[in-house]
């Protein structure tokens, strides 16, 4: 990366986020812009109501975007997504751990996303399984011992893949070890991941 001092932090890289780098870009400010890159109608095979871009698809047009920031030395843009996820989602990813969490009862649960959810869903997963990690590297030091006293690991290690077979997640890979957890992923609600492993 460019800097570690950004004069502006950027979350989404869809349509309005790439829109705001751009012309903070052309502003000659500083920008770090961090997202999966999935605008919110990714599924659909073309977009409408955009000038120039009426009928592209919406990879098209944030591909497009993309190449255009590439231009201004000032902008950074940050991949956040993890290989596989979007692959399992509603399959070997669930959302609700009410909804799942009895099927995969006393096995390894793992969770991730934001700092508002982690803790709560991460001691809710303790109701199903005594084997709850959560994935997080920005928990302060209560909420990381209030976690370990309901029995919860904390690991800091970013999750880089999920492995498995569309319908089933075998393992997880860590972007900083070579080894693999056995490991099923499931999310509670939305931006929260959580995890399944034997």
């Not at 502006?8 to 790439?18: K, P, Q, T």
């Not at 770090?32 to 999935?38: D, E, M, N, P, Y």
């Amino acid at each position: 990366m460019m800097s570690v001092d950004w004069d502006v932090l950027i979350i989404g890289r869809s349509y309005a986020g790439l829109s705001a780098a751009l012309n903070l870009g052309r502003a000659r400010r500083s920008v770090l812009a961090v997202g999966s890159g999935g605008p919110r109608n990714e599924s659909v095979f073309h977009a409408h109501g955009l000038i120039t871009q009426d009928g592209a698809s919406p990879g098209d047009i944030i591909a497009a975007a993309e190449k255009e920031l590439n231009k201004y030395p000032t902008v950074e843009l940050v991949d956040d997504r993890v290989t596989g996820l979007a692959e399992h989602w509603g399959r070997g990813v669930f959302t609700c751990a009410y909804c799942d969490g009895f099927e995969h009862g006393d096995t390894h649960l793992a969770l991730t996303g934001s700092t508002f959810f982690v803790p709560p869903i991460a001691r809710i997963l303790t109701g199903w399984s005594p084997h709850v990690t959560a994935f997080s590297n920005d928990l302060d030091a209560a909420v990381r011992a209030e976690l370990g006293a309901h029995g919860v690991n904390v690991d800091e290690r970013p999750i880089a893949r999920l492995n498995g077979d569309g319908n089933t997640v075998s393992s997880l890979e860590l972007t900083d070890a070579p080894t693999c957890r056995s490991a099923r992923f499931s999310s509670p609600s939305g931006p929260p991941r959580t995890t399944n492993s034997p």
